[in-house]
DNA sequence: CCATAGTCTATGACACGTCAACCAAATGCG
DNA sequence: CGCATTTGGTTGACGTGTCATAGACTATGG
């Protein structure tokens, strides 16, 4: 048993390695976004998401569930992004309380420069250090940690996976 | 393969898992521990980090190795904690730039109050739900992972093992 | 011993994320 | 219809994390 806490120290050193991993990739990429393409990870996830989107337009709600963000961060990320032109709102024109998050060409423009890099820099510090069986250990227990926390997020999260390929 | 990042669909969804999963979870660890003890999990991890040294205090720079934070990070917390009364600097007398921090009575006092409903959610939300060998499959990525980013980050991690055990 | 280079830490500015409070439009129900 | 409630979204304040910079001290080479 842990002298402070009440984990045995074989999972006190699991959590430790975990954070810490994470903790160095999150920066990682960050720093590589910014230097290459002077935006940030959260900037990079919204435009993807947009870009995947037929119309390349969400309501703000929807970006905030797909992304599992709040509303207000989501609200503030379009913010910062309109003010760069990343992005624009647009008004919702079937309900007066909704808005529309567009990308716009600048966004496109930068999206599309950015992407190659990025996706570079992710396989080459994430999944060319994982072999098969550690990916497929890794995704059932995200989504299984993930379901015991908000089974609702875990739900939107899977079904990623067959809503972005059907737009063939 | 996606439409916009090199990577394919199966392993650009283990990453949205990887991701959500990981936001998820911080958030919510950081939402019980600012509830049940009114701090946040970076308080939480300089408290017992300086807790486990024999003299509880450490210099600033080791901290930051050992969190694996900034430096500059880690001096902006240990200020806001430091008005808090959580934990005190001390000039470094061998040293005359150095800093030491150490913990206070107070600090002390929040990081027993705080250790086992904290402890109790990471095994809640977090060991709960791995099987055996996913620990270990997570274990030897996470270390693999960050050893191919920053090999000395990942030595004092490992270390850490080592070192928390033999006050024996 | 002095100058210079390197180390240890702190600070300021800024981007980010969360919470709580808020506004406005939509909904539901008496 | 009319009023309360819910929903979609924004805002402000505040704590947090990063970068660039600065300041204070130490080590080193002439």
């Given amino acids: 048993m842990s002298p402070v806490l009440d984990v045995n120290e074989q999972d006190w050193q699991l959590w430790r390695e975990f954070v810490t991993m994470h903790r160095?990739?999150?920066?990682?990429l960050d720093r590589q976004l910014q230097r290459d393409a002077g935006i940030s990870q959260?900037?990079?996830?919204?435009?993807i998401m947009l870009s995947e989107r037929p119309q390349q337009q969400l309501r703000t709600g929807e970006l905030a569930e797909l992304l599992a963000w709040e509303k207000s961060r989501v609200s503030h990320q379009v913010t910062r992004m309109e003010a760069r032109d990343l992005v624009?709102?647009?008004?919702c024109a079937t309900d007066g309380r909704g808005t529309w998050v567009g990308l716009t060409d600048e966004g496109r423009r930068v999206l599309r420069?950015?992407?190659a890099d990025h996706a570079a820099k992710i396989r080459a510090l994430f999944f060319d250090q994982l072999h098969e069986p550690e990916k497929a250990a890794l995704g059932t227990a995200s989504r299984r940690i993930l379901d015991a926390m908000n089974p609702e997020a875990c739900?939107?999260?899977?079904?990623?996976?067959r809503a972005t390929v059907p737009a063939a």
Avoid at 88 to 91: F, L, S, V
């Fill in 24 to 28: 160095h990739l999150a920066r990682e």
């Fill in 42 to 47: 959260a900037d990079f996830s919204v435009l």
């Fill in 88 to 91: 624009e709102r647009t008004d």
């Fill in 113 to 115: 420069d950015a992407s």
């Fill in 155 to 161: 739900e939107i999260v899977a079904d990623e996976a």
